[in-house]
C-alpha cells in the first residue's frame, strides 16, 4: 500500500526531517508510527498526502508513484485518503453536519448520498444527536470523533493519522482508538502516528519507528497485528 | 438506513451541497458574518464607482449631441452669380459625395433672396434692384472628425479651389468652445475614471485578501480533503463579483441621481451654446451595464489576489 524507498526530506539549510527512510506498509495493516518528538513523524505523513514533498527516494502509495504523479491529480489522490490531526482541525464556523459533509461536498456527491453517508458516519461515531452542534460546544473527545467521522465519510483506502489522542486524556484515547481499530477491521489501511506510551503499551501492533528522520528497527516485533510490517530498512 | 430528523434538521437545504452551491453559500455566509463591515465596504465602493460611472453617463449624453451638428457646425460656400440653379444642385451632389462632407445643400439664388427678404429689414431695399444680387450658396455639413480649426481651414481652402465657389464662410468660435470643455472634461474623466477604477479594484481586493486570511483554516482544510484549486479559490471568486455587483448596483443608483441634479443646469448651459433639447437621460441598457461591469471588476480584483499574492495554502501541523 505506502512504499518508501530512500527517501530523504530536507527544509532549507541543513534541516533534515527525513534521512532516507525506506520501507514498506502492506494494504489492510494497521501501523504505529512511532518516535520522538521531531523524529519525523509528521513529515512522514504529509509527503504520504502528498502535502510535501521529498528531496530525493521514491514513495509509491496504493500503485501510484508520486515521481510520475501530476500536480493537478494530487486532489484526486488526497480524496482517496482520510487524514486526522491532532488539533482536530474542524471548521468552527459550521454545524457537525457540515463539517463532516465537506469531503462529499469536494468529491461531488449527490445530496442524497451526502445525507446517507454522513448519517451513517455520525452514528459509526456515535454522535448523530450532535449533528447539528458547534464543534466549539463538543469535548475534545467528540471534536476527534467529528475529525474521524469526517476522515472516513467518503470511505478511503488509507487512513492517515497524526496523534488523534494527543490532547485527551486515557479514557478518551482509548475510545478514539478502538473506533479506529474499528475502521480498519472494515479494510481500512491505518498508519497512526503517536508518542502515547500507554497506548503503544495497550496495543501490540506493527510499527513504524523513526529516530531523527532515519528509520529504527522496531522496539517490539509485531504480534497481533494481521498484517505485520515487513521492514526493509534503512541501509546503514 | 432510515436518516435521523437530528441528521435532516442539521442539512442546509440541498442547494448548498454541490461544488458551486456550497461556494455561494459560503459567500452569502461570510458576507453576513460581519454585516456592518460588510455593507461598509459596499458603500465605499458604490461611492467610487458612481463618479466614473456619472461622468461617463455625461460624456455619452454629449457624444450623442455631436450627431445632431446640422445648425452646428457648417461651411457656407457661395458661388460665382453666373453659376446656374443646375450646375449649383450638381455641384452640391459632388460635394456631398465627398467622404468627409455629411450632406450639403444648395440654396439657390431666388431661396436666397426669399430668405433674406423675410429676415431682413432690408428686404425692401433689394426691390429696387432690378437683378437678385444675391448669389447661390452650398451649406456643406462635415463629418464630425472634421470639425476641428486646422481641418475646416484645409476644407474651406479646397473648395476656394473650385472655380464655381467664390468664398467659403463658417463660425468655429463656439464649437471650439464647447470642444475645449468637453475635451477638458473628457481628460479630467478619463483621468478619475482610471483612477477610481483603480481605487475600486484596491478595495475589492483588499476585501478578497482580507477574507483569504480569515479563512486561511478552511482553506487549508479544503485542500488537505483533497479539493481542487479551484474549488478553494471558487468561493472567492464569488465574493469578488458579488461586491463588484452589488457595488455597481449602487453606483449606478447614485450615478441617476446625480445625473437628474445635474440635467437641469446641464440642460441651460446647452442652451447657452445653441443646443435646445439639452441633455439625454441615460439609456437604460447603458445603466444596466454598470452593475455587469462592476461584477467583472470583482471578478478581475479576485482573480488577481487569489492568483498573485494569495497565501499559501500549505498544510503544516503540529
Ligand atoms: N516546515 C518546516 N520547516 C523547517 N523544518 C521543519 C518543517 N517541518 C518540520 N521540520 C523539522 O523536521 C523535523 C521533523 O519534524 P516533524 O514535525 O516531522 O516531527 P514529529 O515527529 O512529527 O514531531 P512531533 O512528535 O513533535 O509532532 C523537525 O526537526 C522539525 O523541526
Ligand atoms: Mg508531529
Redesign the interface.
Same mark, same amino acid.
Given at each position: 500500500m505506502i512504499q518508501f524507498d530512500a527517501v530523504s526530506l530536507h527544509f532549507g539549510a541543513g534541516q533534515t526531517a527525513l534521512d532516507d527512510v525506506s520501507f514498506e506498509i502492506e494494504a489492510g495493516s494497521f501501523t504505529f508510527l512511532v518516535g520522538h518528538s521531531g523524529a519525523g513523524k509528521?513529515s512522514l505523513l504529509?509527503l504520504i498526502?502528498r502535502?510535501a514533498r521529498p528531496s530525493s527516494g521514491s514513495i509509491t502509495v496504493g500503485g501510484i508513484d508520486y515521481a510520475t504523479l501530476r500536480t493537478?491529480h494530487e486532489? $484526486?489522490?488526497?480524496?482517496?485518503?482520510g487524514?486526522i =490531526?491532532? #488539533?482536530n482541525?474542524l471548521?468552527g464556523?459550521r454545524?457537525? =453536519? #457540515?463539517n463532516v459533509? *465537506?469531503?462529499?461536498?469536494?468529491?461531488? =456527491?449527490r %445530496?442524497k448520498d451526502?445525507?446517507?453517508r454522513? @448519517? $451513517?458516519a *455520525?452514528?459509526r461515531v456515535d454522535l +448523530?444527536?450532535f $449533528?447539528?452542534a458547534y464543534p466549539a460546544t463538543l469535548s475534545g473527545g467528540q471534536q476527534q470523533r467529528v475529525g474521524i467521522a469526517?476522515a472516513l465519510v467518503a470511505r478511503p483506502r488509507l487512513l492517515l493519522a #497524526?496523534?488523534p489522542t494527543g490532547n485527551l486524556d486515557a479514557g478518551m484515547s482509548q475510545e478514539i482508538m478502538e473506533l479506529l481499530l474499528q475502521f480498519h477491521r472494515s479494510g481500512v489501511t491505518v498508519l497512526l502516528a503517536t508518542h502515547d506510551v500507554s497506548l503503544l503499551q495497550a496495543y501490540d501492533l506493527a510499527r513504524l519507528e523513526l529516530s531523527a528522520g532515519r528509520c529504527v528497527s522496531p522496539a517490539v516485533a509485531p504480534q497481533r497485528a494481521r498484517h505485520p510490517l515487513r521492514g526493509r530498512h534503512a541501509h546503514q | 438506513?432510515p436518516?435521523?430528523d !437530528?441528521?435532516?434538521?442539521? +442539512?442546509?437545504s440541498?442547494r448548498g451541497?454541490? +461544488?458551486r452551491g %456550497?461556494a455561494w453559500r459560503r459567500t452569502r455566509?461570510r458576507l453576513a +458574518?460581519h454585516p456592518v463591515a460588510s455593507s461598509v465596504s459596499l458603500l465605499v465602493l458604490g461611492i467610487v464607482l458612481a463618479l466614473p460611472v456619472l461622468l461617463s453617463f455625461l460624456a455619452m449624453a454629449l457624444d450623442d449631441h455631436r450627431g445632431d451638428g446640422d445648425r452646428a457646425v457648417t461651411l457656407t460656400a457661395y458661388l460665382e452669380t453666373s453659376v446656374n440653379d443646375l450646375d449649383g444642385a450638381a455641384l452640391a451632389s459632388r460635394i456631398a459625395a465627398r467622404p468627409d462632407v455629411q450632406t450639403t445643400r444648395y440654396i439657390s439664388r431666388d431661396e436666397a433672396l426669399a430668405t433674406f427678404e423675410a429676415e431682413s429689414d432690408l428686404g425692401d431695399a433689394l426691390d429696387l434692384l432690378e437683378e437678385n444680387p444675391l448669389p447661390g450658396a452650398i451649406v456643406i455639413t462635415p463629418e464630425h472628425a472634421v470639425v476641428a480649426r486646422d481641418r475646416m481651414q484645409a476644407l474651406s481652402d479646397e473648395f476656394l479651389g473650385l472655380s464655381e465657389i467664390v468664398e467659403v464662410r463658417y463660425d468655429l468660435q463656439w464649437v471650439e468652445r464647447l470642444q475645449a470643455v468637453v475635451s477638458l472634461l473628457r481628460v479630467a474623466a478619463v483621468l478619475v475614471t482610471g483612477f477610481l477604477t483603480l481605487t475600486a479594484l484596491l478595495v475589492i481586493a483588499n476585501t478578497i485578501r482580507l477574507e483569504l486570511l480569515a479563512r486561511r @483554516?478552511?482553506r487549508?482544510?479544503?485542500h488537505?480533503?483533497?479539493?481542487?484549486?479551484s =474549488?478553494v479559490n471558487r468561493p472567492f471568486l464569488y465574493t469578488g463579483v458579488l461586491y463588484g455587483l452589488v457595488g455597481g448596483v449602487l453606483a449606478a443608483a447614485m450615478a441617476v441621481v446625480a445625473f437628474g441634479l445635474l440635467k437641469a443646469p446641464a440642460d441651460t448651459l446647452a442652451g447657452l451654446y445653441g443646443v435646445d433639447q439639452g441633455i439625454a437621460w441615460p439609456e437604460l441598457s447603458r445603466v444596466a451595464a454598470v452593475p455587469l461591469l462592476g461584477a467583472a471588476l470583482g471578478l478581475a480584483a479576485a482573480v488577481t489576489t487569489l492568483y498573485s499574492a494569495a497565501p499559501g495554502a500549505?498544510?503544516?501541523? !503540529?
Open positions: 509528521s504529509q498526502a502535502l493537478r486532489p $484526486a489522490l488526497r480524496r482517496q485518503m487524514v =490531526f491532532q #488539533d482541525q471548521l464556523d454545524n457537525v =453536519f #457540515d459533509a *465537506l469531503p462529499l461536498i469536494i468529491g461531488g =456527491f %445530496y451526502v445525507l446517507t454522513v @448519517a $451513517a *455520525l452514528e +448523530a444527536p $449533528a447539528n469526517r #497524526d496523534e | 438506513m436518516i435521523s !437530528s441528521i435532516t434538521r442539521a +442539512a442546509g440541498q451541497y454541490t +461544488a %456550497y455566509t +458574518a @483554516a478552511e487549508e482544510v479544503c488537505l480533503l483533497g479539493a481542487s484549486r =474549488f500549505n498544510v503544516t501541523n !503540529s
